[in-house]
């Protein structure tokens, strides 16, 4: 499935508008225009902020420890 999200690369402060795709190894990230900007494994990932917190969910990836991304889709973070 895809979802909307914001994505902060790590490089810039730019936030950038994104689709993710999840699927059953981890998440794809898009621009809207459907350019590849990165995939994450799940088992890579990491939140941010304490797990007590539901929405929205703040990721990181740990190969990646300056890059983030912002899910606020309910669906979006029940499938992840």
Do not use: C
């Amino acid at each position: 499935m895809k979802y909307s999200a914001t994505y902060f690369d790590g490089k810039t402060t730019r936030p950038w508008d994104v689709r993710i795709d999840i699927g059953r190894r981890g998440i794809t990230i898009y621009t809207k225009n459907k350019t590849h900007l990165a995939s994450w494994p799940y088992r890579m990932l990491a939140r941010v902020e304490p797990i007590g917190r539901k929405f929205p969910v703040h990721l990181r990836n740990r190969l990646d420890l300056n890059a983030r991304l912002t899910v606020t889709d309910d669906k979006a973070i029940d499938a992840i």
